[in-house]
């Protein structure tokens, strides 16, 4: 197996984003440099807001991504855009300012209740998380429902 499928193997899989976000949950957001912190809140801010702004953007990661066919994408006015693209990136920025809060407050909060080792039962908690709420491994038949459902 040649190093670029063992790689697009390993990002397809159901376990890569479970085992990722399970290990750097082993480290506390507050160990982060103040740097590293801001780069990620506002990087993530950024790329919403260019995806909203920027369509095409979107479509072409999710072209590349899906097995399902990209919807057309709808043009709106630059002024509706604009206003769509400032409320996202709002939420993006104040999602990820109350993930770094409740990172801290969750290992305190489990601390105060005295469970051993917090930041590994976070770590295992997110993981498993991940890992069944990613759709990537869950195939479907032909009528469009999950296997197992009724």
Do not use: C
Not at 10 to 37: D, N, T, V
Not at 132 to 148: L, S
């Amino acid at each position: 197996m040649s190093h670029k499928n063992l790689a697009s193997g390993i990002a397809r899989s159901p376990w890569s984003q479970a085992l990722a976000g399970g290990a750097l949950a082993l480290i506390p957001g507050r160990k982060y440099p103040a740097w590293l912190r801001q780069t990620i809140t506002w990087g993530s801010t950024a790329t919403v807001v260019a995806v909203i702004v920027v369509p095409k953007l979107g479509a072409k990661f999710h072209e590349n991504t899906s097995v399902q066919e990209t919807p057309p994408i709808t043009e709106i006015s630059p002024k509706a855009k604009a206003g769509f693209a400032t409320v996202a990136g709002a939420l993006m920025y104040g999602t990820m300012r109350f993930g770094w809060w409740f990172d801290e407050a969750a290992e305190q909060a489990m601390r105060k209740i005295q469970v051993p080792y917090p930041r590994v039962v976070l770590g295992v908690a997110i993981g498993v998380l991940y890992y069944f709420t990613d759709d990537r491994g869950q195939k479907k038949d032909d009528q469009g429902r999950k296997k197992g459902d009724a």
